[in-house]
């Protein structure tokens, strides 16, 4: 196991919250707005104490690991990151580093990290441009390689499909699955059907509790959408399973 919580609960939004993640898959955290999705992810990568109950990376608690150490396992990618100077592609991904610098300068070890998160994310061809000047969709990609070049085992996104399209949020997803099959992914989600198309795992948090946990097909169930979201909603079958809301 990787993230494990037992009574996990925080000032506002989470309460009495307990789970364990597996050490890899794409596990999505869902819920109404409010509902505490970021508050608790928030919990997980170290950023909001202190916390009530017990929130455990590889059996330590969270609170208790030294942030540069932390960073080099979990990183983390907010729902939004703005940069206003003018950095190239290959800068804004370096950056993804800073847990490894010793001094001034790039190691070796360092480009190659980076290089190999570019590739992966297939930032490469613009490695050179101006950030600034990138559509939405290129910019999580960057951010996501800036991640990817920290060489973390787990990796914790807060809706990184924020402002794309269909098609860029498809291919951000599928790019997840696919970095899901070495190293845990949890994603916070409105969408439920990117959470039932690409999911493993989902918890799903309603008022700060959680309403269901398990594998994504078996728990995001046309009762549990009604019960928590409030909406009539059916799920449809095919490769990949849809849901459908309906009036």
Known sequence: MSFCAHSLGFAYGVGNVSFELPASGL????????????????????????????????????????????????????????IEFPFTVEEVVMMGRTPYALGWGETAQDQEAAARAMEETDTSLFRDRDFRTLSGGERQRVILASALAQEPETLLLDEPTTFLDLKHQLSLYGLLARLAQRMLIVSVTHDLNLALRFSDRILILDNGRLAGEGATAQVLTADCVERVFGVHARVEGGNPPHMVYEA
């Open 27 to 82: 596990v999505a955290i869902a819920g109404p707005n409010g509902a505490g999705k970021s508050t608790m992810l928030g919990a997980m990568a170290g950023l909001r104490a202190p916390y009530s109950g017990s929130c455990l990376y590889r059996g330590i608690e969270v609170s208790a690991w030294k942030r540069r150490e932390f960073a080099k396992l979990v990183a983390f990618l907010p729902q939004s990151v703005r």
